[in-house]
């Protein structure tokens, strides 16, 4: 294994980085991967870990940043529906799901707030409207 060569961290980086590349393991082999490395001893296991390569990492931040923005829609989304079944519930289930078809998180915030101000129902369904009219385009 590479950690046992003992080589220094940039060229350890080399070797793991032309492996991840070129060494494309399939399901049974990532799994007996794994196996091995959790049989390793505890140093040796980090060293491993260590090994991430710089892509791994981005892409790591990017899932963490999408899974960030994912979770602060989705709760904007629950304020919302939470608002217009209180606010408009005779009209939940239609403000429901044009609400679920935008992404824009700003113009959820916005409408939150809209909800809370506004007492006719056809206000806030000419606002949705319009913003997934413009998400179309």
Request: net charge positive; aromatic share 2%.
């Given at each position: 294994m590479i950690v046992r060569m003992e080589l220094n961290s940039a060229r350890a980086h080399l070797i793991a980085g032309f492996f991840d590349q070129y060494l494309i393991l399939n399901e049974e082999e990532e799994e007996q991967l794994e196996k091995e490395i959790k049989s390793l001893n505890k140093?040796?296991?980090?060293?491993?870990?260590?090994?991430?390569?710089?892509?791994?990492?981005?892409?790591?931040?990017?899932?963490?940043?999408?899974?960030?923005?994912?979770?602060?829609?989705?709760?904007?989304?629950?304020?919302?529906?939470?608002?217009?079944?209180v606010q408009f519930p005779n009209h939940f289930h239609e403000i429901q799901e044009k609400v679920q078809m935008i992404n824009d998180l700003s113009f959820l915030e916005n409408l939150s707030e809209k909800i809370l101000t506004t007492k006719d129902y056809k206000d806030i369904e000419q606002w949705i409207d319009y913003k997934l009219e413009l998400e179309r385009e």
């Open positions: 140093q040796e296991a980090m060293k491993v870990m260590e090994l991430k390569t710089a892509w791994e990492v981005k892409a790591e931040e990017r899932g963490i940043e999408k899974g960030i923005e994912k979770g602060k829609r989705d709760g904007t989304i629950s304020i919302i529906n939470r608002l217009v079944q």
